[in-house]
């Protein structure tokens, strides 16, 4: 058999399905940056291939960058993991958008979160090793609401970035903290009441409002799969899995959103 991923050595099969079902966001993207520099992997074809392509081109520039190249072949496996973990729909982004819905009353998408046109994935490794990971959009106006009846959009605000930092391994049990860099728009009545009671030189004339919020998953970011020890398979999931898809990613679809 083959090892997986191109590699001598297997990510515990029940860590790499759990990544596939729960939080392959970052597989689908094809382009993260590494300390500055963008590595790339060919998307389509199946999740466990997916896997595949970015576990090696990787691994790779863990191996390169000077803070993670002395980690264990087991702790890059599962570096990989964490990664995707992080970055995920289902881990952090549900997290923010229910945030944002305490802020504007509705439950919005971010558009743009899912491919490397609209925004940038991107990974520091810093002395520890510490894994600094972001999520950085590209456009403005991406906090969108759709109204379910007409499908109108409304542009409720634009997120900029969102990041955090990890050790490598994380703590058990910890879930990190996120820092949320985004601008909500100002409600038509809490502009007439600033325009009342401001003068022409106030700093908010456009409208919105620059914000930054400490979000945190509910789950921690190790899994309770990723310290039993690994063995070695032909692929790296169980092949049913594949062709799971979460409804997650449909939501932050914009080729999706005229439809709802």
Sequence with gaps: MQP????????NPQL???????YADVLRVGRLLVNGTAITWQIGGSMEEQLQRLCAALIPALRRA???ARLSDAMMQKSVYWLCKSLSINYILMEVLQTIRQRVGVLCTIE???????ADFSLEIAPGPVFRVALAWRGSDNIVYRDPQSAERRVKG???RLETEFPVPPDPGVAPIYAVHLEIKRSMASKLFS????????????GSSPTSL???PSVPLR????????????MCCDPTFGLLQSWLPWLFSDTQAGKR
Excluded: K, N, W
């Design 195 to 206: 325009s009342m009671s401001c003068s022409d030189t106030c700093a908010d004339q456009e």
């Design 16 to 22: 790499a399905r759990e990544l596939i079902r729960e």
């Design 4 to 11: 997986p991923y191109g590699a001598d050595i297997p990510m």
């Design 223 to 234: 899994s309770g799969f990723e310290d039993e020890g690994g063995m070695p398979v032909g």
């Design 112 to 118: 743009g979160s899912q491919d490397s046109a609209g």
């Design 214 to 216: 400490a979000v945190s």
């Design 158 to 160: 634009t997120i900029r």
């Design 66 to 68: 000077p803070h993670s």
